[in-house]
């Protein structure tokens, strides 16, 4: 990891197209400004993992519904296919 001392009104640029700067800074909070291409995703890390635990979480519950579609399916294909 890349540590950096900036003042207030200073910034960092990332990639040529990504600036960091440093808004305001008020006891132990900084308030940071992003200029980005609209392309470019900005989240917070809080807000990031919780949506990467959601999309794991998804994916798991994708799975499991998947399953058991494909045994309601096979128990509907026995019925049609039982003789009368």
């Known amino acids: ?12 640029i ?3 197209d ?4 440093i808004v305001e800074v008020k006891g132990d909070q900084v308030r940071i400004g992003i200029k980005a291409p609209k392309s470019v995703r900005i989240l917070r ?3 990031f993992d ?3 635990y959601e999309n794991r979480e998804s994916a798991n519950t994708t799975t499991d519904m998947s399953e ?3 045994k309601n399916l096979e128990l509907m294909m026995k019925k049609l296919n ?3």
Not at 3 to 8: C, N
Not at 18 to 21: H, K, R, S
Request: hydrophobic residues 40%; glycine residues 4%; aromatic residues 0%.
């Open 68 to 70: 058991d579609r494909v």
């Open 82 to 84: 039982k003789p009368k």
């Open 50 to 52: 919780e949506i990467q």
């Open 45 to 47: 890390k809080e807000i």
């Open 1 to 12: 990891m890349l540590a950096l001392t900036r003042k207030v009104g200073e910034s960092i």
């Open 14 to 16: 990332i990639n040529n």
């Open 18 to 21: 990504i600036e960091v700067i």
